[in-house]
């Protein structure tokens, strides 16, 4: 096994080790993907500044997201179909979240049900929600969540429609994976992942096959997502599941302070600035970029928190200094349960931990409340308004 130093390395065993489908579906954007790469090299546009002969002993990274104590400000991002990068990857991740002591979002597209995870779990998780068209079906998950002691909800506000993939497209994503002889001699190639989901009987979307109205076996999935989610939602809508759900909330995918501030007005408990990875709507800022107006806004009022292109205890530090109260990884996780189940989540928050843990000494400060924009050097324009 290679010395693993930082996230690229894990991605480079998830590539070898997954099939080409799954590797696609996490690493891809949409359209041209402008957004999807922008969300990475948008931090490496931000400098930090040294410190030198300042006491950097006591370091702390431990602080509270929502309330709840976290090890440090990152938690795991929702992600669909995390059960097709590794069998019961669901499980496996939130099992590593919750032993590092940092929060996981259960999917509402995940491949492990929410019943699955909280069975295999001593603590509660986090769980997201689209905005779908059927309210019972809306209620029940809210029910369930509630049922398996999830602590937080997490309502994600960018997916009325699909942000066309060209990758999944040309895969034919699906789950299970449909059997092509393309497919199946890629997969073929990929024995440690193909003797996993041999050894599991997880393999379709756990929330919502024999839960949601007339989808009672995969293949009558696709027709039910096609028509499922609410091209009509607005901001009435979401408080008419802000009363579905009577515990901590979350808003994700904000991008505007219009949109921020409409969150803080249906009574959430925090707001996560998010483009979706790059996946929704191409050619949109970076949410680095994004995100310093919207503290600016409402940072004083609600939790402000950050998702897309982390990859790097840096990348939490440049999002913490410019104002996030928390962060989150999605990829940077997935690329470790891919390459090493378990271990590899594990590993991946780990170097994440370490370098933010370092780098915020070597920038002279001790505590990540203490963090700020004086951390860092922000080229012109980079935050300043847009005509």
Known sequence: MP??????????????????????????GSWTEQTFRENTTDFEKLHLRQRVAIDMTGRNLATTMIGQKVAMPVGLAPVGLTGMQCADGEIKAA??????????????????????????????FWFQVY??????????LFDRAKAANCSAAMITVDLQMLGQRHKDLKNGLSAPPKLTMKSVAN?????????????????????????????????SLS????????????????????????????????????????????????????????????GALSSIRALPEIVEAVGDRIEVHLDS????????????????????????FVYGLGALGEAGVTRALELIRDELDKSMGLCGRR?????????????????????
């Open 223 to 282: 027709a039910w997502t096609a028509e499922a989610f609410d091209q009509a939602l607005d901001w009435d809508r979401i408080r008419v599941f802000r009363k579905m759900w009577d515990g901590p909330l979350i808003i994700k995918g904000i991008m505007d302070v219009r949109d921020a501030r409409e969150a803080l007005n249906v009574g959430a408990d925090a707001i996560i600035v998010s483009n979706h990875g790059g996946r929704q709507l191409d």
């Open 309 to 332: 292109g982390i990859r790097s205890g840096q990348d939490v530090l440049k999002a913490l200094a410019l104002g996030a109260r928390a962060t989150y990884v999605g990829r940077s």
């Open 95 to 124: 099992r590593a979240a919750e032993k590092f002591g940092v929060p996981f979002t259960l999917s509402t597209m995940s491949i492990c049900s929410i019943e699955d995870v909280a069975e295999h779990t001593e603590k509660p």
């Open 187 to 219: 997969m073929m190639t990929k024995v440690h992942w193909g003797l996993g989901m041999l050894g599991t009987k997880r393999r379709f979307f756990g929330n919502i096959v024999g839960h949601a109205k007339g989808v009672t076996d995969p293949s």
């Open 131 to 140: 905005t779908l068209k059927d309210d019972d079906f809306m209620q029940r």
């Open 3 to 28: 010395v693993i130093t930082c996230i690229d390395d894990l991605k480079q065993i998830y590539r070898r080790r997954v099939p080409k489908m799954f590797y696609d579906y996490a690493e891809s």
């Open 367 to 387: 505590d990540v409340h203490d963090l700020d924009r004086d951390m860092l050097l922000i080229p012109k324009g980079f935050t300043g308004e847009w005509a």
